[in-house]
């Protein structure tokens, strides 16, 4: 059979627009930090993305610093802050933070907004937070292009963002920054980026970043993700019409439309996801930076999920072209994968 890819909180397949767009900037001869006519052609597509972004992000252009990824973008922002989070933070965040904030039913309890880094959207359960006015830091990396939200509007004073969430290229992000505030650069050289980030920037990759912003900000507006939450709700009511012993994460908060995140408690996650590699559906056990490591979900633990919930779940995460029949054939499969698991079990 077709492979069917259902792994989109990991990355996203790049969008036409997007490829057109990084094509396009291959052909750009000039150094955008040069002067000259070949330069200023370079420059131009750097900014042209830059402005892209601002409209589909809400945020302003000169507020806009592109990085290698999302978390180089972290990093900018919180290196010797100082900063606390809830345990359920991307390695991105909590490799800069002390992870020392209470969870209540999957929700950060907040105290100081100020001195807070606090996620839009957990990449594994897809719980949505409830952002504070005033928040130091958002991680917004999931939660672009798939919820209605503006960084000027969402009271955060710093996010970060990457391009291959939405349909953009792998290894480019950007830090968002509210007018005002400022960082230290860390990566020193030239004044690219207002100062703020030295290296020439890479234009191919800017410019996907850029069309695919734009792109998923029109699919957004056309009600699509709509549709996605839809499928993701098929996928949750068929498994739990199975009468299965399950757990279901998050369905009682809100959520990203695309992502389910469930666990068959003794199965474990790593083999759930190779057993569907080889029926042909790729999915993960957790965010895709450390799907690859054999033990539980901190992010579950930290949600007070026992070691056995936590080392069993996997995350589904739906994508734009994701369809209903892709969606029941792996309902089936994975189902009749976990009958056999039980049916062994039993037989112990």
């Known amino acids: 059979m077709q492979r069917v890819y259902l792994d989109h909180n990991a990355t996203s397949p790049l969008r036409p627009e997007a490829r057109a767009a990084m094509i396009a900037a291959m052909d750009a001869l000039g150094n955008p930090s040069s002067v000259h006519s070949e330069g200023r052609a370079a420059k131009a597509i750097v900014e042209k993305a830059r402005g892209q972004i601002s409209e589909a992000f809400g945020v302003g252009a000169h507020d806009i610093v592109f990085t290698g990824s999302a978390t180089e973008a972290a990093a900018l922002a919180l290196k010797d802050r100082g900063f606390h989070a809830g345990d359920i933070e991307h390695d991105a965040v909590a490799a800069w933070v002390q992870a020392d904030l209470p969870l209540k039913t999957g929700q950060v309890c907040v105290a100081q907004p100020a001195g807070t880094a ?5 990449s594994e359960t897809g719980i949505v937070q409830t952002l504070p006015e ?3 830091f958002c991680d917004m990396t999931q939660g672009f292009g798939k919820l209605p939200l503006a960084f000027s509007w969402s009271g955060a004073d710093m996010a970060c963002a990457s391009a291959h969430k939405l349909g953009g290229p792998k290894g480019v992000g950007c830090l968002l920054l509210k007018p005002g505030v400022e960082v230290a650069a860390q990566v020193l050289g030239g004044g690219q980026e207002m100062g703020r980030r030295a290296g020439t920037e890479n234009i191919i990759g800017i410019a996907g970043f850029g069309a695919a912003a734009e792109a998923s900000a029109r699919d957004l507006s056309a ?8 499928l993701r709700n098929i996928l949750e009511k068929t498994l739990e019409a199975s009468g299965k012993p399950l757990i279901l994460v998050g369905t009682d908060s809100p959520r990203l439309p ?3 995140c469930f666990a068959a408690p003794g199965w474990k996650g790593e083999t759930q996801v190779m057993q569907m590699d080889l029926a042909g559906f790729a999915v993960s056990a957790g965010s ?3 799907s690859g490591k054999v033990k539980a979900s901190r992010v579950l633990r930290a949600m007070g999920y026992d070691e056995d919930v936590a080392s069993s779940a996997i995350r589904v995460s739906l994508g734009l072209e994701t369809t209903e029949d892709e969606v029941q054939q792996f309902a089936k499969v994975w189902l009749a994968a976990y009958e056999r698991f039980l049916a062994r079990k039993a037989a112990r």
């Open 223 to 230: 009600g699509k993700w709509a549709t996605i939450e839809k």
């Open 118 to 122: 606090l996620q839009l959207a957990n």
């Open 288 to 290: 895709a930076c450390s």
């Open 134 to 136: 005033g928040l130091g």
């Open 258 to 260: 695309n992502t389910a």
